[in-house]
């Protein structure tokens, strides 16, 4: 069980497994987040992607490093107004110019009245949303690749702290009339779903939580409960200190207790100290 609160200017031995290669001595310390900035509820509660992979690339060095490896099932309309940490890991410090996600082909989608597709991500839409992004889908893994090019001469990491979100564009979030789509073909039952993605870059985050209002997440499992404390055990590992006030922060869903699975929106996390204090939490009781 690696603790998160081993990240910052010194890496032990749990950290460095997570290394990234690229050449070159320096790194730095890189906070991977997932989020969505408007959302559909008006016609679905639910559109799931199962998320396996996410990488930085330099496709002219062939420095890499993989900011999440694993397989974890998301809600993308769970994440409006909100940065949901994925892993922390410590990357290369340099340039890289592409994002690179594994996404299961296969999307779940609810409507607003309970009734749940099986839908397909669709590449010709997506490549045909946006230009600078390439989806290439296996039908044997039921698997898709999907290459976004960082704009503006990409993305740096640099020594010390970095944050980076990769932002699911569910609606027209950045107002060019591209929006994400659900489009079922009522003759054959077919369903068929496309969206945007962007990067969110560590020198753009600040401002965008602020302009677009967003709280940072934390979702795992609740353990060494207080009433003023527990801590996050995240699924890939890490262990997040929670402080909260009893009597005023906000509990939705049920009664939070020990082993249950919640979602803590954090009015300030800090990915170097492992510590969130929260703002609200979310129990989540059929997880």
């Excluded at 690179?100 to 609810?110: A, G, M, P, Y």
């Excluded at 600078?132 to 999907?146: G, P």
């Excluded at 207790?257 to 929260?278: G, M, P, R, Y």
Aim: proline letters at 1%.
């Amino acid at each position: 069980m690696r603790k998160l609160t081993l990240l910052g200017a010194v890496f032990g031995a749990g950290i460095l497994a997570y290394s990234c290669g690229g050449g070159g001595t320096s790194s730095g310390t890189v906070g991977a987040f997932i989020t969505d900035a408007n959302d559909l509820r008006n016609q679905y509660q639910d559109i799931s992607i199962n998320l396996q992979h996410v990488a930085l690339v330099n496709t002219n060095t062939g420095s890499t490093c993989v900011l999440f490896d694993g397989s974890q099932t998301m809600n993308l309309l769970e994440l409006q107004n909100s940065m949901r940490l994925l892993d922390v890991v410590n990357c290369p410090a340099g340039v890289y110019n592409q994002v690179r996600l594994v996404i299961s082909r296969d999307v779940n989608v609810t409507d607003t009245s309970g009734n749940t597709k099986t839908c397909q991500i669709d590449p010709a839409r997506m490549m045909q949303m946006e230009d600078d992004t390439q989806v290439v889908c296996s039908e044997n893994e039921n698997t898709c690749i999907i290459n976004v090019e960082v704009e503006d001469g990409g993305l740096v990491i640099s020594e010390g702290t970095n944050e980076v979100a990769v932002d699911f564009e569910i609606s027209d979030s950045d107002g060019d009339g591209n929006g994400s789509t659900v489009n079922v073909n009522v003759d054959n039952g077919t369903c068929t779903v496309a969206f945007e993605i962007e990067e969110i870059e560590p020198e753009e985050m600040e401002d965008h939580m602020m302009r677009m209002g967003k709280m940072w997440e934390i979702e795992g499992i609740v353990r060494y409960l207080t009433d003023t404390s527990f801590q996050v055990y995240t699924e890939h590992g890490m262990v997040i200190v929670v402080t909260y006030d009893g009597n005023s922060t906000q509990v939705n869903g049920g009664i939070l207790q020990e082993n249950t699975k919640v979602e803590v929106k954090c009015s300030n996390l800090d990915i170097n100290t492992a510590t969130c204090t929260a703002s609200s939490i979310e129990i989540e009781l059929n997880s």
